[in-house]
């Protein structure tokens, strides 16, 4: 009976308090990925993966698509100001960290390692109490990550 009990409070505060969603279908993804970059992805982008998640005032945003030199030169052109966080440094070390920390992360997410070279972020960059944008590529999967959350 606590069990039930506990389940149908998880279900009850999931429904008031949250939703989330998650697909792999590139075909309904074209518009997320617009949404996000400012364009269309090219045929070059052949898979897109996306998982939205909000809970009460917090969302939060991840996305894996084909890497491509020319969609993410455009992507960092678009997204400015960027900062860098090279690999082995303390900035990154610390996002390594903050992202492994997420209990929301997709299974199909690779969260950087020594296979990524940077990751490029932005903090308070939106119209919200607090803000922050990851994006980097790991040459291991062939796909750049993009992880954005929010909350007021």
């Not at 993804?29 to 996000?36: G, R, V």
């Not at 939106?126 to 790991?138: A, P």
């Amino acid at each position: 009976m606590r069990k039930s009990l506990k389940y149908l409070i998880l279900l009850i505060v999931s429904i008031c308090y949250g939703c989330a969603y998650e697909s792999k279908n590139r075909e309904k993804l074209t518009s997320s990925f617009e949404d996000n970059f400012g364009f269309k992805p090219p045929e070059k982008v052949k898979e897109i993966k996306l998982k939205n998640l909000a809970i009460y005032d917090t969302e939060a945003k991840w996305m894996a698509f084909t890497y491509d030199s020319q969609v993410f030169e455009k992507i960092i052109a678009h997204d400015q100001p960027l900062k860098i966080a090279e690999n082995n440094s303390s900035e990154f070390e610390s996002i390594v960290e903050e992202l492994k920390g997420s209990v929301n992360n997709p299974k199909w997410m690779k969260i950087p390692n020594e296979k990524v070279a940077r990751i490029y972020y932005k903090n308070d960059f939106l119209d919200h109490t607090f803000s922050e944008y990851y994006l980097w590529t790991d040459c291991e999967t062939g796909l750049t990550y993009l992880y954005v959350s929010f909350f007021n």
